[in-house]
């Protein structure tokens, strides 16, 4: 049997071949002029980017590349150059792919898709963080029975991991019916080796969007990956030697590789490891990667777990549903005493879905009464709020909406498995008593599809107290309060970061408000949400306190001495790199524009999300540029040291609409001005700042008549 390093330098020189070649072959073809990219990146080819600041935008740019690639293999049998050679054939396989890119997306056709964008890497973000997505899974090759790769597959899914399927593994999925998609958080990337690149690159990407590496610093980057990167290889099938030496590469980015064959002598402990049982693979896998799965604990006929919260139920395939457009319903989750809670602690109240037509339409109120003696009444909305996603952890039960105004739906195959309301209503006394245990003593839900008793309870309770707590939310202001709390939660790939959140101000990942933190504080006392005494004012227009300062530097152990709340260009707060908009100035309009991430188009700074978002992140201040939740936007706090919601002149058309009904009202109270959001472009009126000026002048936006924006 060939020796390990016999394998890698196999591969490899055979990859920096393949790569010389081809590149030679494009500028032969196209020029050494011809543009070179991804697509959605603002990280160029993103492996050479980060491990040598070379930003490949041209044919010409490779010619360098190819040199450096060969360099990195220096055939000597020793572990750390076989390493070397390992990340040769990632940078091979970059170009390789990135070539196919030439003129046309070569994953047009899918299943694969290819190349990842930053947008969904920062999507990421804070499920990561959370557990939520305990790990990411790279399965690749081809398994002898395809059930067993499905039921690998299937598992991870369970268990909430991210999986990226290479090679034949993805016709085996496909045929033995796994779900895939981002939203069931199977991804199939492309039949050939070299498609593994586009799960390294997310790696890559995170330790530059996250983590602030610089390009060129490669040890930086190795650490990055393998100390927060919780990802492994499982490999189906006998490698052949490209294989073993793309395997040397994410051993060198510290993530082990399982294979199912039975690799003898060839093993090194904790990074290649043969598990020939197909049966013991995910539980090797997790183990060698130290992944940590929080069980869910609770057994429902269909499957529980987070991996089916996005799944989509449509109306051919439901067997019954509960829609406010259609019935009354509501959810509702309220604290009381203790002895107000009675009976049993889960009741149906009216008929459930069976023996009915279908489709079965009912009313549904969804009743929780909590009791404990550390309950208070700002949790209820944040208990509240979790329904939603456990509903939809529920395999074959889709949610989407709150409050009044929802859609329940679930599937024929659910109800054909036995799923009943007692099962959701299971689901929900299980997880208040789990994950609101400290807060919560006694738990009572009731599920209520009789008509009138939901009429009642709509009109009698819910909406009340739905309108009370939007009058206290609204009431809660920076200045009513006396703590703000932080969030580091994103510390775990983001170490120099830390959140400041207020009431006016939530975190900018848009998960986390004032209520979030301090309910999370009083949750897990020693956690990610720390209070902040509002002490030391210093300058009220900027939001600058010593006491913020003081304690943020020690939350970020020195990396950050000075952040305000307000501003944008003085020590504006950092961003860890999943804000779900980021604010830009636009010195020629005075003003700002404000993207949010799913916006892929060009903006009037010249720049996309991805670009603009790649100035900021990784904990680092960017006087100027800022990220930020989408609720901050209406604000009466949003940039006010600059002058406030005046200074916005730009957002892409779907965020200004979904932000206008509050924006204007927030416009019309601070300013006088209505219908504020016709005053500001969007893409369909212009991207060009020239043009944007112009239109602004016709509107007589405010901002023009501003100060200049100076930093
Ligand atoms: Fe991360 Fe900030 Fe959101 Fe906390 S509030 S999860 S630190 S982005
Ligand atoms: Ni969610
Ligand atoms: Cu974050």
Request: with cysteine; proline share 5%; charged share 25%.
């Amino acid at each position: 049997m060939a020796s390990l390093f016999d394998l890698i330098y196999g591969g490899s020189n055979a990859v920096a071949g393949l790569v010389e070649g081809a590149v030679n072959d494009a500028i032969a073809t196209h020029g050494e002029g011809k543009k070179l990219s991804f697509p959605d990146t603002a990280y160029f080819y993103p492996t050479i980017y980060a491990a040598t600041g070379l930003k490949v935008q041209k044919l010409g740019d490779l010619v360098p590349c190819v040199g450096v690639l060969k360099s990195l293999i220096t055939n000597k049998e020793e572990l750390g150059d076989a390493l070397n050679a390992g990340l040769a054939t990632a940078v091979g396989a970059e170009i390789l792919e990135g070539l196919a890119y030439i003129d046309a997306n070569p994953y047009a056709d899918g299943p694969g898709i290819g190349f990842v964008p930053d947008s969904v890497i920062r999507s990421l973000g804070v499920p990561l963080v959370t557990g939520d997505i305990p790990g990411v899974a790279v399965v690749i090759g081809k398994a002898s029975d395809p059930q067993d790769l499905a039921d690998v597959v299937s598992d991870y899914q369970v268990k909430g991991l991210l999986t990226f399927l290479i090679g034949d593994v993805i016709d085996q999925a496909i045929e033995t019916g796994v779900k895939m998609g981002l939203d069931y958080r199977v991804i199939p990337l492309g039949h050939g080796i070299t498609a593994v690149i586009h799960v390294v690159t997310i790696a890559i990407r995170a330790a530059l969007i996250f983590g602030g590496l610089q390009p060129s610093d490669l040890p930086g980057l190795l650490a990055y990956t393998k100390e927060r990167v919780p990802a492994f290889v499982n490999v189906f099938g006998a490698p052949d030697e490209v294989a073993v030496a793309a395997g040397a590469g994410a051993i060198a980015l510290g993530f082990p590789v399982i294979a199912d064959v039975d690799l003898g002598d060839l093993q090194v402990p904790g990074a290649l490891v043969s598990v020939t049982d197909h049966s013991e693979i995910v539980s090797r896998s997790l183990e060698l990667r130290n992944i940590k799965v929080k069980a869910k604990a609770i057994t429902i006929c269909t499957g529980y777990a987070s991996a089916f919260e996005g799944e989509i139920i449509r109306k051919g395939d439901m067997h019954a549903e509960f829609y406010s457009g259609n019935n009354p319903t509501c959810e509702l989750v309220v604290s009381c005493d203790l002895a107000e809670i009675e009976g049993d602690s889960i009741v149906i109240d009216g008929p459930d879905i069976d023996g009915r037509r279908e489709p079965v339409e009912l009313p549904l109120g969804v009743f929780v009464e909590v009791a404990g003696a550390k309950m208070h009444t700002d949790f209820e909305p944040v208990i509240e709020r979790k329904i939603h996603h456990w509903f939809n952890y529920i395999g074959g039960v889709m949610h989407t909406g709150q409050r009044n105004m929802f859609r329940l739906r679930i599937s024929k195959y659910a109800f054909d498995k036995g799923l009943r309301l007692r099962d959701l209503a299971e689901v929900l006394h299980h997880e208040v008593m789990d994950e609101f245990g400290t807060v919560v003593d006694k738990c009572k839900v009731t599920l209520i599809t009789d008509k009138a008793k939901v009429e009642q309870l709509l009109e009698a309770q819910a909406m009340p107290r739905y309108r009370a707590r939007d009058d206290r939310l609204a009431s809660m202001t920076d200045e009513s309060v006396d703590t703000f709390y932080t969030c580091v939660l994103c510390q775990s790939f983001a170490p120099a970061h830390a959140c400041v959140v207020t009431p006016e101000r939530l975190g900018l990942c848009g998960a986390v408000s004032w209520l979030d933190a301090r309910a999370t504080k009083e949750l897990t006392p020693h956690g990610p949400c720390q209070p902040i005494e509002k002490i030391g004012c210093m300058n009220e227009r900027t939001g600058s306190y010593t006491e913020v300062n003081k304690i943020v530097k020690e939350a970020t152990r020195g990396a950050v001495e000075r952040v305000t709340l307000y501003s944008l260009i003085e020590d504006p707060m950092t961003s860890c790199g999943c804000f779900e908009c980021i604010c830009g100035i636009i010195p020629e309009a005075r003003g700002v524009e404000v993207v949010n991430r799913e916006y892929s188009g060009i903006t009037p700074s010249g720049m996309t999300f991805g670009e603009l978002a790649s100035l900021t992140g990784g904990g680092v201040q960017t006087p100027g540029f800022m990220g930020h939740g989408r609720h901050f936007i209406a604000s009466k706090k949003f940039v006010s040291a600059e002058g406030g919601i005046e200074r916005i002149v730009w957002m892409p058309k779907e965020l200004k609409d979904d932000v206008a009904d509050r924006l204007n009202k927030t416009a019309k109270e601070l300013c006088g001005i209505d219908n504020f959001t016709d005053m500001i472009c969007d893409e369909t009126i212009a991207t060009d700042s020239d043009a944007v000026v112009e239109f602004l002048k016709s509107k007589n936006h405010p901002a023009l008549a501003m100060s200049e924006l100076e930093f």
